[in-house]
């Protein structure tokens, strides 16, 4: 079959022809789509036209509101020769005619409109960012192992023993991929001895193969990966050696083209890379709407207060947010702020979830939220919409509404990049959602974690009510989740990538198992025979079970009981709050570091001033309180 007609877009405020070798038309609000709609109805990136072969073809992206066919919602049709879409819902919603043209002759078209340089529009019409998304290089390949890389609106990839090739969201990538759930350096596929392998690049989302997340993934045969998601992920195909079928296109590499028409320089590049096979990815970057952010970013309220969240897979309704807003009796938390039983509220009944329309509008309660995945030593949990505000049980349409975020690279961030922050600060005294920006001000290290990016410190302004609110960078990624307000306005973000396994756990409907956090001590649990230690000190309090030596500090020890043992990790905490209300803390040994069932422990504290102390004493994941001498007098000499 020979090449299809072009196709004529046809809106309230004009309307655009656009041969079938001018690439990929993207419908949207984004200012770079091919078809700006400047309707709140409509996503900003809401449709896509693609042509092959058969014809032309609509695809829905994960729109908000969805794309209708004469009534029914579809995520993909094969176009007519005349075909209306409406795009989004209600008094905002668009319709878009879409005129399929019979070709008048199956030759092929000129070079320069295959890479989408000239595009025919009708006089007198005005259409902002219509630039071709792709352009493909076609080269002849050496006589060795291929596999071809398909995906659905795409022309296809070959990939030749030695080369290999790279997927995700960066144009740099050789396989560029416009998913919300893809990385922006998601996976690699490459030939190692006689084999294929796909191998998956510490992505956000994971990759997924079968259902089961995969790490490497050997390709002897047609397999599938889905990126991102298990159901919803982008599906890549992997063709190894001639299983792509008839009527493959075999380019040395794809050529993303985004040279705006009238450059004529840009125009002599492109044809030059054509004849050379050269290897080159050129893109203009896309930004989501402060509107969009502000969509995404949710008020969840409880029992005494709210914080805030991030719609991270509309689908599912999941929304992240931290612990300490969802379930701040949830285990770790203690030991993330290294307090004895610190004195938080309890867990509250139900979860409110408020949605606003734009940056300038109220919130408006509209679910209630289960709390499906939580860690309380990261901070962090994903909620799961499941009721409405009259206790009816959510139906798939009622979350249509939402909008959600990309997946951030958190691990790319440097310090002075931009960020900006999305919540609903009290301060604010406002029930819209409020936006600051500021720039990443360095890492903090977390031993338990074995990281040196435990957090990421910004300077952006960050008060109660921002906690587990959306922290992006500036094309609108999720990268952190506002969690800790420091000293001088500095605030700090639990990185996008510790939430991904809370995530992915979630999205799968399995339980999430922190492994930062250690269980729960047995009711046998005894602190005794608590006492100062220390060589150079002397005081009323007695007893101890190890001696640290001279080493200036004062040190306080304890005999413990009845602990698990074997290889668990237990935490162990000791307090000395003096008179004047002021904290005197020392935690256990590095994570993780197994106990014995019974054993000493000693505590040493720096600088410790004569005087009267309440001794405390905590171990397991809530730093229970297994100990307390009330107004113990120690004396240091």
Known sequence: MGAPGAVVVTWDDGHVRVPAGAGPVTIGRDPSSSVVLTSSSVSRAHALLTADEHGWSFRDRGSAQGSYIDGMRVGEARLGPSTVVTLGRGSGAVAVQLQVEVPASSGPLPLREQLGLETSLDEGTEVAGLAPARATVVGQLPPRATLTVRVAGQPDVVVSDGVGATLGREVGNDVVLAGRSVSRRHGRIEREADAWVYTDLSSSGGSWSNGSRVERLLVSEASSVRLGDPDSGVLVQLLPDGAAGPGVRRPSRRLVDRVPRSALVAATVVL????????????????????DLARATVQISYDEGSGSGTVIDARRGLILTNAHVAEPQAAGQALLYDRLQPDVRDNSKQLVVSIAESAGSNAEPRFVADVVAVDGYLD???????????????????????TAVDLGDSDAVTSEDEVRIFGYPGASQSSAPTATRGVVAGVVNDDRLGLDRGFLNVDAE????????????LEGRIIGVPTLLRADRIGSLRPIALAAPLIAAARADKKYVSPYVTPELDAAAEITDVGLVAADSAGAVTGGCTDPGDTGAVAIGFTYTGFPGGDEHIDLAVELVGADGRLWASSSPPFPQPLGADGCFTATFDGLESGTYDILVGAGPFLEILYADKHAKVTVD
């Open 272 to 291: 030059a890379l054509v004849v050379v096979g050269t290897v080159v990815a050129v893109t203009r970057g896309s930004s989501v709407s402060t509107d």
């Open 380 to 402: 962090l949990a994903v909620v799961k919409i499941l009721r409405t505000l009259s206790g009816a049980t959510v139906r798939p349409k009622d979350l249509q509404g939402l």
């Open 462 to 473: 960050i008060s109660p009510g921002n906690s587990g609110g959306l922290a992006a960078d």
